[in-house]
């Protein structure tokens, strides 16, 4: 087992693996920029590291600034959390090189899953259903209409190195087919420098629901049920349940099962998300893979019983995964706290938190950087929280949530607590009948209620 981790990353999900850490007997080291200096992530680890100024790409998506922080605290392994460099293939290549374990999958794993249309196809290749498409990149526009034909309309065109909703054109009609196409390369290239695309056929009225899998090094692969991710807003989620409102044993089984041939197929390490598109019928269609921790991994350890965090550091250390004592109880639900002022199109709110009251009482859970008095920076993501509760069935749980909601309270900058209470009460929420589409599209945030 390792004696020392550095924890590549910052604010909530670093707290949360120096946690683990901590638990584990496992000394820990933060790094951070100059914007984070008074997070909680850096006075709660062992050593801390500043590497940087606030700009991400000179802090936390410096990879010789973080090597240098790890060579001269002596540390054995890195947790890259999630988001930054914790889907970067050539970090967990330079870690290797270094002698530095990275807790995660190895490089070509990154790779693969990396990369949309290589993992369609690596997919394709291990009976995991996928959605109707091209066979890879469409380089041409006469190639891509040849496809639009055979799939029919609607259908969507996606960058390959695509996410966050960049990159992606959904087209109706074959008269529109032209212009999304030339539109979505341009796109593609300038968010992420790569033009190349694929297109599949557009799955009306979708759910988002994935499944947790964990491997070892000793070719074991499992999974943990399903999170329901369905609703979001600009393709990002802001709520995440276990299990789906929706899922039946039958489907769980099979939706599983391909998971786990998913993880099976790389000879997949640690914990990843297989990410499944579902229609209304509950077919379901392979979206893509993460090779990381999610953020929405509590919902999952709630009703599992189990640390996630540990696992990956367990699987890192070579250790053989317990194939067999993972069973599921009662349902959990995650909001993800962000400050932004609901009220005015979801604008972020940097500035200094002057009451910070986290709620208590039984199977409630805070993971949080901040506290009262804390400067909540403009230069990252603006999740600040994540409160998750858990309960013996689902309607029990939408209690509880909306209850620790009414206590937590945060003042000094606006937050989306209030959009999450109003969702609680929510009839179409209580009921499950929901899809990716709904918060956007339906679901009415009314400013003048709370």
Known sequence: MFNKILIANRGEIALRVIRTCKEMGIKSVAVYSTAD??????????????????????????????LAAAEITNAEAIHP???????????????????????????????TMGDKATAKATMTKNNVPVVPGSEGIVKTLEDAEKYAQEIDFPLIIKATAGGGGRGMRVVHKQENFKNAFNTCRNEAEAAFGNAEVYIEKFIEDPRHIEIQILGDQHGNVIHLGERECSLQRRHQKILEEAPSPVMTPEVRKKMGEAAVNAGKAINYEGAGTVEFIVDKDLNFYFMEMNTRIQVEHPVTEEIYFTDLVEQQILAAAGEKLDTKSFNFRGHAIECRINAEDPEHNFRPTAGTITTFNIPGGRSVRVDTHAYAGYKVPP????????????????????????????????????????????????????????????????????????
Do not use: W
Not at 48 to 64: D, F, M, Q, R
Not at 392 to 416: D, P, Q
């Open 379 to 450: 230069h990252y993501d603006s999740m600040i929280a994540k409160l998750i509760v858990s309960a013996s069935n689902r309607e029990e749980a939408i209690k509880r949530m909306k209850r620790a909601l009414e206590e937590f309270v945060i003042e000094g900058i606006k937050t989306t607590i209030p959009y999450h209470l109003q969702l609680m009460e929510d009839p179409n929420f209580i009921s499950g009948d929901f899809n990716t589409q709904y918060l956007e599209k339906s679901f009415k945030f009314n400013p003048d209620k709370n």
């Open 81 to 111: 959390g999630y988001g930054f460099l914790s889907e970067n293939a050539e970090f967990s290549r330079i870690c290797g090189e270094h002698d530095i374990k990275f807790i995660g999958p190895s490089p070509d794993m990154i790779s």
């Open 37 to 66: 200096e008074n997070s909680l992530h850096v006075k709660f680890a062992d050593e801390a590291v500043c590497i940087g100024p606030p700009s991400s790409k000179e802090s936390y998506l410096k990879i010789p600034s973080i």
